[in-house]
T-cell receptor, first 117, second 112 residues
Framework: DTEVTQTPKHLVMGMTNKKSLKCEQH?????MYWYKQKAKKPPELMFV???????INESVPSRFSPECPNSSLLNLHLHALQPEDSALYLC????????????????FGPGTRLTVL | QKEVEQNSGPLSVPEGAIASLNCTYS??????FFWYRQYSGKSPELIMS????GDKEDGRFTAQLNKASQYVSLLIRDSQPSDSATYLC????????????FGKGTKLTVNP
């Protein structure tokens, strides 16, 4: 199994809803990432989990709450989002955290297209 | 602030031509360099990685790295309409950081 899976593929939610995005990989990777990507922009890093611990939070608003229940699974809990949060949310993983001189490559999942009404 | 710069394009080439995509980076001690291809509405797909100065070839793709000039490029030979996509350059930041820094991407169109 050499892929990162994400569910759901599409999500429409209201500003008062609570929803969760799910990401899974069974490659034994020890680092997992959440990115947000708006149209015609590069992916923007949100969170990094290394060995199931949150290692980077790029000053993301608290309405986004990540969770890493185990080494294969990464969730992103969403609450009270704004319309400007509508974007493609990408999960990625690497065998080890991306450290200096590492030759590990980052694999992306297919993404969840989120629309906030 | 570590930066990765790419020409935003669009870059348009005829089918069968060589497409040349360029990327410069600001962090002199960056170690790992990646090219991702992204079709509209899809997630980025890794097509090349390069870590040492020189050329690395994989099929129709050649990545070139020059650390002295802080420059990395991607050549696509015999370009096909299916190569039409946005190409993202990404650089692994130095110093124990677990981040990839992405350029803004170059949109490539290959005309039949």
């Amino acid at each position: 199994d050499t892929e990162v899976t994400q569910t759901p593929k599409h999500l429409v939610m209201g500003m008062t809803n609570k929803k969760s995005l799910k990401c899974e990989q069974h490659m034994g990777h020890r680092a997992m990432y959440w990115y947000k990507q708006k149209a015609k922009k590069p992916p923007e890093l949100m969170f990094v989990y290394s060995y199931e611990k949150l290692s980077i939070n790029e000053s993301v608003p608290s309405r986004f709450s990540p969770e890493c229940p185990n080494s294969s699974l990464l969730n992103l809990h969403l609450h009270a989002l704004q319309p400007e949060d509508s974007a493609l949310y990408l999960c990625a993983s690497t065998p080890e955290p991306l450290l200096a001189a590492s030759t590990d490559t980052q694999y992306f999942g297919p993404g969840t297209r989120l629309t906030v009404l | 602030q570590k930066e990765v710069e790419q020409n935003s394009g669009p870059l348009s080439v005829p089918e069968g031509a060589i497409a040349s995509l360029n990327c410069t980076y600001s962090d002199r001690v960056s170690q790992s360099f990646f090219w991702y291809r992204q079709y509209s509405g899809k997630s980025p797909e890794l097509i090349m990685s390069i870590y040492s100065n020189g050329d690395k070839e994989d099929g129709r793709f050649t990545a070139q790295l020059n650390k002295a000039s802080q420059y990395v490029s991607l050549l696509i030979r015999d370009s096909q309409p299916s190569d039409s996509a946005t190409y993202l350059c990404a650089v692994s930041a130095q110093g124990g950081s677990e981040k990839l820094v992405f350029g803004k991407g170059t949109k490539l169109t290959v005309n039949p």
